[in-house]
């Protein structure tokens, strides 16, 4: 067994000589853009679907989540003058579309839960709409 030597001044072995460092991204990329997005979810009252804005300032990106939908339900998002993005539950009760970019500065957006006709879920359609100046979380 080794201890320690109180009177030794000795210091630990040096790291490498010249590290090198990461590019400004890669710690955005080890988080993930997810990891970087705030969100805004205002449901209609007495409805049982939510939906949410996701918003990256970083990634100059927005997309949208349904929760407690089920099968067959939509999710969709749209920003002004720009893309927009559909996707649908497949299984389980909630899904992400995919990203749209926004413009540096201002933009609006809108997302929208869309309940399949015919199929299990009780909402009606219903959309928000949120712009730069949201008060993202």
């Not at 389980?92 to 997302?111: I, Y």
Request: glycine share 8%; aromatic share 8%; with cysteine.
């Amino acid at each position: 067994m080794t201890t320690a030597n109180s009177g030794d001044d000795s210091t630990a072995p040096a790291g490498p000589p010249n590290p090198t460092p990461h590019p400004p991204w890669w710690k955005k990329w080890l988080s993930g853009p997810a990891a970087l997005a705030y969100a805004v979810a205002m449901p209609t009252a007495g409805n049982p679907a939510l939906l949410q804005i996701r918003y990256s300032e970083d990634c100059e990106a927005v997309w949208a989540k349904i929760t407690q939908g089920n099968p067959g339900d939509q999710v969709t998002i749209g920003v002004t003058g720009g893309r927009t993005r559909t996707a649908e539950i497949a299984y389980d009760h909630d899904q992400f579309t995919h990203m749209v970019t926004v413009p540096d500065g201002e933009f609006r957006v809108t997302a929208c839960a869309v309940p399949k006709p015919g199929g299990k879920s009780t909402f009606e359609r219903y959309c928000i709409q949120a712009t730069e100046a949201t008060a993202w979380r």
